[in-house]
């Protein structure tokens, strides 16, 4: 087992706008949800601390690349859901181009092969 | 297993609510935004056979500091907090304005010209210009002491939404008006009287529609700024989470 570290406050805030969209992409989501599936994808690898996502949603919200809305789960419980606009899908084709630039940039560098997607 | 009994999950979820109340920067909508997840969380960590006890703890420990938590909300929308903060503002000066505006119109029509010893009238109308002071004193003592948490949820009844904000305030307008119109003809009605009896100038009396309409103005406008101002999960406060 290989022990994970957890990134450094600035990775975090870099990498949490390109993940939080890429997952509304898929389907709309709340804050627990998404934590969980970004740790679960991630195996572990990237951890939050919980409370720090809110900020960044709220960001992305006031920036018009997400909405929100207040719905009442089937288990009677309340929770604040958020979807992705038009605009945020926009903003995921830039931050895609970016974060390969650096992933292949850094690939070539490491001569590690470049994971195509 | 003990410990599981006496460990009261609702009320450490209660406290730890009270205790995000502390911090100015941490909104309304956004502690109601970080309760749901830390009951998710806990949801998490009991189905993975944790107790009550230790599934809150880990759960407000992964939620994070508030104070560091606050920081990072203002930073990522400073108009929002401050928005938030412009309601409660305008709202207090709207009721303290209304309790004021009753306060001394029953100061003013008690004041007796006729009949009644004057000394009776002048020491309620003390009392009277004791309690403006005071009241809005002690309500805001109470409310920095963390009491009058009840009579505030009441309140939510009636910032539930922008129409019910709107009538209910419109409607303590509309008594605030009668006040006044009330108040200027009796005072007038007195200055009429004393007239009668000796030479006294007009100047006296108080033409009715400019104590109605300025003040009335004044509470329309902040009228419109709480509703333009009522912060959204208020709108939505259908269903309280249990």
């Known amino acids: 087992m290989y022990k994970t570290t957890m990134l450094t406050k600035d990775l975090v805030a870099a990498s949490s706008k390109p993940l939080v969209l890429s997952i509304l992409a898929d389907g709309e989501s709340y804050g627990y949800e998404i934590i969980q599936k970004v740790r679960e994808l991630s195996g572990g690898q990237i951890e939050w601390s919980d409370g720090m996502l809110y900020p960044v949603l709220h960001r992305l919200e006031r920036d018009g690349l997400i909405e929100s809305e207040w719905k009442e789960a089937e288990s009677g419980r309340e929770r604040k859901y958020y979807f992705i606009s038009s605009d945020g899908r926009k903003a995921i084709k830039t931050e895609r181009q970016h974060w390969l630039a650096i992933h292949n940039t850094l690939c070539k560098l490491w001569k590690t092969k470049p994971v195509s997607i | ?242």
């Not at chain 2, 309760?35 to 998490?44: F, N, V, Y």
């Not at chain 2, 009392?127 to 002071?133: A, D, E, F, H």
């Not at chain 2, 108080?206 to 700024?225: A, F, G, H, M, N």
């Open chain 2, 1 to 242: 297993m003990e410990n599981q009994t006496r460990f009261d999950l609702n009320a450490a979820i209660e406290k730890w609510r009270q205790e995000l109340t502390a911090y100015a920067n941490l909104t309304a909508e956004v502690r109601r935004e970080l309760e749901t997840h830390l009951r998710d969380s806990i949801a998490g960590f009991q189905q993975r056979g944790l107790n009550n006890e230790e599934s809150f703890w880990l759960a407000r420990r992964r939620v994070g500091q508030p104070q560091q938590l606050g920081e990072e909300f203002v930073k990522a929308d400073p108009a929002k907090v401050w928005r938030e903060r412009v309601f409660w503002i305008c709202l207090a000066v709207f009721l303290l304005g209304f309790l004021e505006n009753i306060i001394s119109s029953l100061t003013q029509a008690l004041m007796p010209v006729r009949g009644g010893s004057f000394l009776d009238g002048l020491m309620l109308s003390e009392i009277l210009s004791v309690l403006r002071i005071l009241i809005p004193l002690i309500i805001i003592v109470l409310l920095g002491l963390g009491k009058m948490v009840w009579q505030l949820s009441k309140l939510k009844l009636f910032i539930e939404s922008r129409l019910r904000l709107a009538i209910t305030a419109f409607v303590l307008i509309a008594i605030s008006a009668t006040f006044d119109v009330v108040v200027s003809t009796m005072h007038n009605a007195k200055i009429n009287y004393l007239a009668s009896a000796i030479p006294i100038d007009h100047k006296y009396l108080v033409p009715i529609w400019s104590t109605l309409v300025e003040p009335t103005c004044y509470r329309l406008i902040i009228l419109l700024l709480l509703v333009w101002f009522l912060p959204p999960q208020n709108q939505k406060l259908s269903v309280q989470i249990k």
